[in-house]
C-alpha cells in the first residue's frame, strides 16, 4: 500500500515537472508579450523609417528627367525640327486642357487629390516582388512615379524603393499636387521616342498639347501602362483590344470620378492615332535655318552651352509656304539644268537667297545651300564674296542724301550726266582710278538712270569720287552694311568689300521701306522655362531720307524695266532691283523687291577641292558668263512670283525733283578740275527732258555711233560670253590693279 502510493507521488512529481516545464515556453509566448513584441518590432520599423525620413534627402533632379530638346518652328507655329539627346518639351500645366489632366490622374491613381503621395499597401507589395526576385509591380502613387521618374532611376532594388516611398512623402509636403500631375506628365516616356505630353501630343496626333481632346488625352494616358504593347501603328490585334480596353477604363474612372459627364462619355469615340513619321534632321534647309536663329540668340547674349542644354521653343519668322517655294524656285531655275556630276564648273556653283519682309525686317525664306549636311557654309549668310554691283545703289542713295556734286557744282540726281567712257580715269581724287566697262564699251554721256539701267562702271567710279568715299562708306553702314574689307577708295563702288546676301536683303529692304533701317531678323520668339529672350524690334530709325530711298527706288524700277535686270520684269507687280557680276565671275548677284517683299539671290564660284576657294562661274550650264541678270534674276523672279500669289501693291514713291545737267568728264583730264558744258546748271533745262519719275521715258538711249554695238539689247548683264583674254580688271591697263587703289575691281555689273 505504501509502495503503491509512492509510486503514484513520483508519477504525480514527474507530470507537474514537465507540466511546469510546458508552462514556461507557454508563459514567454503570451498573447500580452506577443503584443508587445509586434509593437516594440512596430516602433523600432517606424523608428527606423523616421531615422531614414531624416537621412535621405530629396535630390536634384536626374540628368535625364531635365534634358529636353529644343523645338524649332515655322511662324504659324508648325514644326519645323528639334534638336537634341531627347524629345521633351516641357510645358505648365495651364498648357494641358482640364480634362486631359483628371485623364492621368483616372489611369493611374483616382485618389490622388487626397492621398499623402504613397501606397503603403502597393510600396509593400512591391517590395516583397522586388525580395523575391518577381521585378516590376504596379500599385505606385502618381507621386511616386514622378518621383521615380525625376529624382531617382528605374532600377528594382529594395534601397530605390525604400528612398521612393522616403522622397514621395517629403514631395507632397512641399509641393502642390498640380506641380506634381504636371512634373508626371512630362517625365513619363509615352512611346515613340516622346518624353512628356508635349512631345507625344505632336508624335501621335501632330498638335501642341494645349489642343488635345479628351479622347486624345486618355488614349495618351492608357499609353503610359505599356507604351510599345499599345501603340495603334505597331499593336498586335491583341495589343489593340488591351489598348481600347485600357483607354475604356480611364474614360469610365472619369465618369466614376464626375469628372465627365456620362453623355459625353457615350458620344467619344477611339481617337485612332496618326502613322509616326521619321524624325526631322538636319538635312536640306533645315540645318541653315536653326543655325541662323541660333546665331541670332547668340547675338542677343543666349550662351551656346545654354542652347545645347535644351528646353527652348524657338519660332522663326520663315513662312513655310514661301521657304518651299524659294527651294523650288533654285531646282527650277539653276539645280535642273547643272551637270554637276559631268561638268566641273557646275560642280563648283553655290547659290544662296534672302528674303525679307521690308515692313517688319522678318527673314521670311532662306537659302543656304543643297543641304546643309553636304555643304556646311550657309550661302545666304557667308559674307566672303563681293556683292559687286549692288552696291552702286548705295552710292546713288549718298549723293541724293549728301546732296552731292559734281566736279563742276552740278546737284546730282536721276538725270545727271556723265562720261560713261570705259577705262575713263577719275577725276578729284587721289587714288587714280580707271575702271574698265563691261566689254570695254563706251557709252559717251549718259544720264545717272542709263548708267544705273546699264551698270556702267566708269559713271559710278566719277560718282563715288564726287560724292567722297567716305561719306559713301557711312551711308552703306547706315543702311546696314558690314564694315568688312571695306577701305574709303574710289573702288567701293565696284562693290569690292564683303557681304552676305542676308547683308544686303537688309539694305534693300531699307531702300524698300521708304529709308527706315530695316535689319533682317530671323528668330520671331525664343522661350525657355527659365527665361524669354526679348528680340530687338528689327524696325529701326530713319537711315536716309525718304525722298532720297524713293528716287534709288524709281531708278532701280529702270533696271528692271528696261535694264540689266530684265529677267525680273513682270507686269504682275512693280519691281526694282540691280544686278551684280565680281571680278572674274566669281559671285552673280540680283537683289531686287517688291513693295512687300525683299530678296536677294547670289551664286558663288566655289573650288570642290579640299579648302575650297573662289573660282569663276564662267561657263555654269554652258551659258557662258552666269551674271547677275541671268540665273539670280530668273530664281527672284519666279519665286517672288510664287511667294506673293502672282501680285503686289505699286510703289507709292516720293521721289525727288528732275535733276538735269549736261557735264561731261573728258577722259584725259588731267587735274581734278574741269570745265563745265554749255548747258545751263537751272535743274529745269531750256531743252526738255524726259521726267526721271516716268518710268516710260527710263529706256537708254542709243549708244554714240564709235561705240560697240551690243550684242544682246539692253546691253551690261546679258549673259554675253566672256571676252577674249578676260579683261575684268577694270582698270586702264586690263590686268594689272590701278596704283594705290588695289584689290580686286570687278565688272560690277
Not at 618 to 634: D, K, L, Q, V
Request: hydrophobic content about 30%.
Amino acid at each position: 500500500m505504501a509502495r503503491a502510493e509512492a509510486t503514484r507521488a513520483r508519477q504525480r512529481g514527474t507530470r507537474r515537472a514537465e507540466k511546469e516545464g510546458g508552462g514556461g515556453i507557454r508563459r514567454f509566448f503570451t498573447p500580452r508579450k506577443l503584443l508587445g513584441t509586434f509593437f516594440g518590432l512596430c516602433l523600432l520599423g517606424m523608428g527606423g523609417l523616421f531615422v531614414i525620413y531624416l537621412i535621405v534627402p530629396v535630390p536634384s533632379a536626374n540628368a535625364q528627367a531635365e534634358m529636353q530638346s529644343n523645338v524649332y518652328k515655322y511662324s504659324d507655329g508648325k514644326i519645323l525640327t528639334r534638336t537634341g539627346q531627347v524629345n521633351r518639351e516641357i510645358v505648365g500645366l495651364d498648357q494641358i486642357p482640364k480634362g486631359v489632366q483628371r485623364s492621368f490622374v483616372a489611369a493611374e491613381n483616382k485618389g490622388f487629390y487626397g492621398d499623402s503621395g504613397v501606397d503603403i499597401k502597393g510600396t509593400a507589395r512591391g517590395l516583397m516582388n522586388t525580395v523575391s526576385g518577381k521585378g516590376k509591380q504596379g500599385g505606385s502613387t502618381i507621386t511616386q512615379q514622378y518621383v521615380k521618374n525625376y529624382y531617382l532611376d528605374q532600377d528594382q532594388t529594395v534601397t530605390r524603393k525604400l528612398k521612393e516611398l522616403v522622397i514621395s512623402l517629403k514631395v507632397d509636403q512641399r509641393k502642390s499636387k498640380n506641380e506634381i500631375l504636371a512634373g508626371y506628365i512630362n517625365t513619363s516616356y509615352y512611346g515613340r521616342g516622346a518624353y512628356g505630353i508635349q512631345a507625344a501630343a505632336q508624335a501621335y496626333y501632330g498638335v501642341d498639347a494645349s489642343k488635345l481632346s479628351v479622347a486624345q488625352g486618355a488614349y495618351l494616358a492608357a499609353l503610359l501602362q505599356a507604351p510599345s504593347q499599345y501603340d495603334w501603328s505597331s499593336a498586335t490585334a491583341t495589343g489593340k483590344k488591351l489598348a481600347t480596353a485600357r483607354w475604356n477604363y480611364v474614360l469610365d474612372n472619369m465618369v466614376e470620378q464626375h469628372w465627365l459627364d456620362s453623355s459625353a462619355r457615350s458620344g467619344l469615340k477611339f481617337p485612332v492615332p496618326h502613322e509616326p513619321k521619321a524624325p526631322s534632321g538636319m538635312g536640306g534647309q533645315t540645318g541653315y535655318l536653326v543655325e541662323a536663329a541660333n546665331n541670332e540668340l547668340a547675338a542677343q547674349g543666349v550662351d551656346k552651352s545654354a542652347i545645347d542644354a535644351g528646353g527652348w521653343t524657338i519660332t522663326l519668322n520663315i513662312d513655310q509656304k514661301r521657304q518651299k517655294q524659294l527651294e523650288k524656285s533654285v531646282d527650277k531655275e539653276l539645280e535642273s539644268k547643272l551637270d554637276r556630276k559631268g561638268n566641273k564648273t557646275d560642280a563648283t556653283v553655290q547659290a544662296g537667297a534672302t528674303s525679307v519682309d521690308p515692313k517688319t525686317g522678318r527673314v521670311v525664306a532662306l537659302y543656304g545651300g543643297r543641304s546643309a549636311t553636304e555643304h556646311w557654309i550657309s550661302n545666304a549668310t557667308r559674307s566672303d564674296y563681293q556683292p559687286a554691283s549692288t552696291f552702286k545703289p548705295i552710292v546713288l542713295t549718298s549723293a541724293l542724301e549728301n546732296g552731292a556734286q559734281t566736279q563742276d557744282g552740278q546737284r546730282i540726281g536721276i538725270g545727271t550726266r556723265y562720261d560713261g567712257t570705259s577705262k575713263r580715269p577719275v577725276v578729284g581724287s587721289d587714288t587714280p582710278f580707271a575702271p574698265q566697262n563691261e566689254d570695254d564699251r563706251d557709252y559717251g554721256s549718259v544720264d545717272v538712270q542709263t548708267a544705273m539701267n546699264d551698270s556702267i562702271n566708269s559713271v559710278f567710279a566719277q560718282m563715288v569720287v564726287d560724292v567722297g568715299p567716305g561719306a559713301v562708306k557711312r551711308t552703306a553702314l547706315d543702311l546696314g552694311m558690314p564694315d568688312k574689307n571695306f577701305p574709303e577708295r574710289p573702288a567701293i563702288t565696284l562693290g569690292t568689300m564683303n557681304a552676305s546676301t542676308w547683308d544686303m536683303a537688309g539694305v534693300y529692304a531699307t531702300l524698300d521701306n521708304h529709308g527706315t533701317k530695316i535689319t533682317p531678323t530671323i528668330v520671331k520668339s525664343a522661350e525657355h522655362k527659365d527665361r524669354t529672350v526679348e528680340m530687338p524690334d528689327p524696325v529701326g530709325e530713319q537711315a536716309v531720307s525718304r525722298e532720297s530711298a524713293d528716287t534709288v527706288t524709281r531708278t532701280l524700277q529702270g533696271v528692271v524695266d528696261n535694264g540689266s535686270g530684265a529677267e525680273a520684269n513682270t507686269s504682275a507687280y512693280d519691281a526694282a532691283g540691280k544686278t551684280g557680276t565680281s571680278e572674274n565671275n566669281k559671285s552673280a548677284w540680283f537683289a531686287g523687291y517688291t513693295p512687300r517683299l525683299t530678296t536677294v539671290v547670289a551664286l558663288f564660284g566655289e573650288s570642290t577641292k579640299e579648302g575650297g576657294g573662289q573660282v569663276t562661274l564662267t561657263g555654269t550650264a554652258n551659258s557662258g558668263r552666269a551674271n547677275g541678270g541671268g540665273f539670280p534674276a530668273r530664281i527672284w523672279a519666279d519665286y517672288t512670283l510664287g511667294a506673293l500669289n502672282g501680285s503686289d501693291e505699286q510703289f507709292d514713291l516720293d521721289v525727288a525733283p528732275p535733276v538735269q545737267t549736261g557735264v561731261t568728264h573728258s577722259p584725259t583730264a588731267p587735274t581734278p578740275t574741269t570745265t563745265p558744258t554749255t548747258q545751263s546748271p537751272d535743274p529745269t533745262p531750256t531743252t526738255p527732258s524726259p521726267d526721271p519719275t516716268d518710268s516710260t521715258s527710263e529706256s537708254p538711249p542709243a549708244p554714240p555711233t564709235d561705240s560697240p554695238p551690243a550684242t544682246e539689247p539692253g546691253g551690261g548683264e546679258t549673259g554675253d560670253p566672256e571676252p577674249p583674254g578676260g579683261g575684268e580688271t577694270g582698270d586702264p591697263t586690263g590686268g594689272a590693279d590701278p596704283p594705290g587703289d588695289g584689290g580686286q575691281l570687278p565688272f560690277g555689273q
